[in-house]
C-alpha cells in the first residue's frame, strides 16, 4: 500500500513523535522513508554580513536533523534517504512527494488556537490542503507535556487543528 513515505523535519528541531509513526509504517509496508527539511531562502535575499552566517547555520542545523533522523530510521532497520532543499516549507515539501513518488505523507501537528494559530499558521495544515496524497498528523506535546489534542480540547477548540 505505502512504498514510498515522506517524513518532512524542522532544520534544528526537536525529536518529534512523528518519526516513530514513520518508522511503524515503514516497517509494515517495507516502505522506504525519504526525510526532507526546507531551507527558507528568505535568509540568502537578506544584505548584510550577518545574513550569510544565519543562512548558513539554518543549512547546517537542517543537515543536522535531517543526518540524526536518518540515523534513527536506519538504526531500526528502515530504508531510509535524507535530502536538504531550499525554499518554503510548503513548496518544498509538496514538490517532495512528487519527486519522491511518495504514497503518503507524516507530520507532527502543534495545537495552536486564537491570536497564536492566526499569526503563525501551520505548515502542517497547508500541506494537508495541497497534498495530492494522503498526510498523517501526529500530536505533538506542548511544553507541559499534553498532547496536542489535550490542549486542543482544554482550550476548547477542535481537536486535530493547528
Known amino acids: 500500500m505505502y512504498d514510498d ?25 517495507g516502505a522506504t522513508v525519504h526525510v526532507v527539511s526546507a531551507i527558507d531562502t ?3 535575499t537578506l544584505r548584510g554580513p550577518q545574513a550569510g552566517a544565519f543562512a548558513e547555520r539554518v543549512e547546517s542545523a537542517a543537515q543536522e536533523r535531517v543526518e540524526a533522523v ?21 513548496d518544498v515539501i509538496e514538490n517532495a512527494i512528487a519527486d519522491a513518488g511518495a504514497d503518503i505523507v507524516v507530520m507532527p501537528s502543534h ?4 491570536l497564536r494559530r492566526v499569526l503563525l499558521g501551520s505548515v502542517t495544515e497547508k500541506v494537508v490542503r495541497v497534498s495530492p496524497v494522503p498526510v498523517v498528523t501526529v500530536p505533538m506535546a506542548d511544553e507541559e507535556g499534553e ?4 490542549a486542543d480540547e482544554r482550550d476548547g477548540s477542535a481537536a486535530g487543528e493547528s
Open 5 to 29: 513515505i515522506l517524513l518532512p523535519v524542522a532544520p534544528g528541531g526537536e525529536a518529534n513523535d512523528a518519526v516513530p509513526h514513520a518508522a511503524s509504517l515503514a516497517e509494515r509496508y
Open 42 to 44: 528568505l535568509a540568502r
Open 70 to 90: 536518518t540515523s534513527e530510521l536506519e538504526a531500526a532497520g528502515v530504508d531510509v534517504v535524507g535530502d536538504i532543499r531550499q525554499g518554503e516549507p510548503v
Open 111 to 114: 495545537a495552536r488556537s486564537g
Open 147 to 150: 498532547t496536542a489534542g489535550a
